[in-house]
């Protein structure tokens, strides 16, 4: 099994959808959570920090249940731009490991 | 406008011959994290280094792979000898251990090598 998992997709999703990514990790000693964003044929990019009373940023907010050992990225009034595949990461202390990742395409 | 750099940015080259790959972390930065991505495996992390010492290379194949810091500024992730196995994206990270966002990584644009 692994450390961190996350359903692949492919999200297909209309412009202004709202989705959400559920991802969850093995780890309890896990101290730190992020969404990472990785476009085609470039690097991860940090999208957001997870913390365990919810985030925000904009249309994004990621939410983190450390009872259940499960994170979730919620996007709200999808853009085109926001298609690309979306990485779930956990961390302890020395290091981060990371989902598989979820892909999303928004369509006109 | 800071960023972790990476040479070559592709390589091709035939089974069997040595491969380096080199990373120059963002200046102040000191953990250092190389990893490799394929379709199958998604992201690995084959070593990391704080402060120039290696930490981890578990994930390293160790009877092919090294991986070495001999400065600051200078990470090296060498392959000898190459296998086509190892066709993949390799990441090099850095991040500021000690800080308030201790564990952020930041990538390199990776260096996309096939070994045919």
């Known amino acids: 099994r692994k450390e961190v998992e996350q359903d692949p997709g492919p999200f297909n999703v209309p412009e202004g959808a709202t989705v959400a990514f559920n991802c969850t990790y093995s780890?309890?000693?896990?101290?730190?959570f992020f969404w990472y964003r990785q476009d085609c044929r470039k690097e991860p990019k940090l999208l957001m920090s997870?913390?365990?009373s919810g985030n925000e940023d904009g249309r994004f907010t990621a939410q983190l249940n450390r009872a259940s050992q499960y994170i979730s990225l919620l996007i709200r009034d999808s853009k085109l731009s926001d298609s690309a595949t979306y990485l779930c990461?956990?961390?302890?202390?020395?290091?981060?490991?990371f989902g598989s990742g979820t892909q999303l395409t928004v369509l006109p | 406008d800071a960023r972790v750099t990476q040479t070559p940015r592709d390589k091709v080259t035939e089974m069997g011959q040595e491969v380096t790959m080199r990373c120059q972390p963002i200046?102040?930065?000191?953990?250092v994290f190389w990893y490799r991505q394929t379709m199958k495996q998604g992201l690995e992390l084959l070593a990391y280094?704080?402060?120039?010492?290696?930490?981890?290379d578990s994930g390293m194949p160790k009877d092919r792979f090294s991986a070495e810091m001999p400065d600051a500024t200078l990470a090296t992730l060498k392959i000898q000898p190459s296998e086509p196995r190892d066709s993949a994206v390799y990441f090099c990270?850095?991040?500021?251990?000690?800080?308030?966002?201790?564990?952020?990584?930041?990538f390199g644009p990776g260096t996309r090598l096939t070994v045919l």
């Open positions: 997870v913390y365990s």
């Open positions: 990270a850095s991040g500021a251990a000690g800080t308030s966002s201790y564990n952020e990584q930041f």
């Open positions: 780890n309890s000693a896990s101290q730190s």
């Open positions: 990461v956990s961390g302890s202390a020395r290091q981060l490991t």
């Open positions: 200046l102040g930065h000191n953990t």
């Open positions: 280094f704080r402060n120039r010492a290696p930490l981890d």
